[in-house]
Structure formats: structure tokens, C-alpha cells
């Protein structure tokens, strides 16, 4: 079976070299996108499994590229993780409204996720 394959969106480098490493240690296949457009661009090449995506960044925030993302029968099943330093309730609820499957305040435990990203993939994968 083909590794899964996960697409982070970050504008911030540091975060994507972080979220790296924690995802080292499972072999996942992955990619980066500094900004909401990359995204969208590489969504259509690499076809992720997961996506782990900022909220705050600029040109097209991570809400937007959520739903464009959930209203393209091409991707709209893919799982989107919200990792991000927004953590009122109204953001998170905003995330949700807009897809997200999971959401993941910064700064971020390892293991925390590590379990988020393997539960979905698992459910994914069934």
C-alpha cells in the first residue's frame, strides 16, 4: 500500500519544518505550500490524503482555501486540518463551518498531532 501522502499549507517556514519532523517518524510522502494558492495548485498534482493548513496567511486565508477545497467534487473529501495560533471558539466554530475535519491550536504538542493525523488517515484508509 502507497504511504499516505499529506500537503502542508503554511506562510511561516519554521512551522512546515516543524510539522515535518513530528510527521517524520511515520514515512508519510509530503509536501509544503507557503500560501493559500500554492496550495490550491499543488492539491491538483500531488492529490494528498491529509491536509494540514495555517489560517492566518496572506492573499487567501486558510477558511478560503477550505472552501474551495470542500466545494470541488475533486477534493472536497479530502480531510483538512486546522493548525493554527487562532483559538477562540469562534474561529475553531468557523473552522468546522468551512470543512475542517480537525483543529489544532499552535504551538502543538507532537503526539497531539501525530494521533489527529493517524486518526484521520485511519478513517481515510478504511
Known sequence: MAQPKIL???DNPIILEI???VLKVEDYTIETASDGSEALEKV???KPDLILLDIMMPQMDGYQVA????EDEETQAIPIVMVTAKRRPEDMNEGYLE???GYI???FKSEELLKVVRIL???KME
Open 121 to 123: 488517515l485511519s478513517n
Open 8 to 10: 502542508l499549507v503554511d
Open 44 to 46: 491538483k498534482t500531488f
Open 105 to 107: 491550536t499552535k504551538p
Open 67 to 70: 472552501r474551495c477545497l470542500k
Open 19 to 21: 510539522e515535518k519532523s
Open 99 to 101: 470543512g475542517a475535519a
